[in-house]
């Protein structure tokens, strides 16, 4: 049977498989695109997306990711109040979704209990992480920043090593490739991490890691 985090009802369970519908995308397809209206909420059976948020339509900002058996807390948000996406997911990895049309989604919020707590602890956990966010762009320096970015990336992959280049990290946390490839080069020289081509090994864990400072 189909896993939802914090859906353990079966007929809702069923009715999801039911009345859903399953698409595949491979990684870096876009899933949802900025400032489009929602007519269905995308549920991750397996592989993760990650959401962004845009700003005039052209500079993009990493926000968090959403994994097997969650859904996005924009996306609920934009499609049970019927109004535009402000955000834009991309596969992370060839990832599998499953659609729950708005009308559907709606008649459930109404009716169903267990849907309802759902969206409220889908809500509820995306503003906690949400707030880490801002709180990082606010407080924390461009190392830690990137030293955050990267401890998420890999415990949501759940590797250590990752396939990226330095202006893809620059791109998801609005700083410049210069900045990213000074820093990673630090990192290297502290021991945190090893660099290759388009490829960066962490070797230390952020909350383990002492960054020195210069």
């Given amino acids: 049977m189909l896993k939802i ?6 007929w809702l369970l069923q009715e999801i498989e039911a009345k859903g519908k399953l698409h595949h ?4 397809d876009v899933i949802v695109q900025n400032e489009t209206f929602m007519k269905s909420i995308p549920l991750v059976v397996s592989g993760n997306i990650k959401v962004f948020r ?5 500079h993009e900002m990493f926000m968090y990711y959403v994994g097997a058996g ?3 807390a924009v996306s609920l948000s934009s499609c049970l109040t019927s109004k535009q996406s402000k955000i834009k997911a991309v596969a992370e990895e060839d990832s599998t979704i499953i659609s729950i049309p708005a009308h559907i989604a709606y008649e459930w919020y109404e009716n169903n209990k267990a849907w309802r707590m759902f969206v409220f602890q889908t809500l509820e956990s995306r503003i906690e992480e949400l707030f880490e966010t801002i709180d990082t762009i606010a407080f924390s320096k461009v190392d830690e920043r990137i030293l955050t970015y990267l401890d998420t990336k890999t415990q949501t992959l759940k590797t250590d090593t990752l396939q990226i280049t330095h202006q893809e990290i620059a791109n998801e946390l609005s700083t410049s490739r210069e900045v990213v490839s000074r820093i990673l080069k630090k990192l290297e020289m502290d021991g945190l991490v090893s660099l290759g081509r388009n490829k960066i090994v962490v070797l230390k864990k952020k909350k383990a890691a002492s960054v020195s400072r210069s």
């Fill in 5 to 10: 985090n914090n859906i353990s009802d079966p």
């Fill in 25 to 28: 995308f491979k990684a870096g």
């Fill in 54 to 58: 845009v700003h005039d339509g052209l």
């Fill in 70 to 72: 969650q859904a996005c």
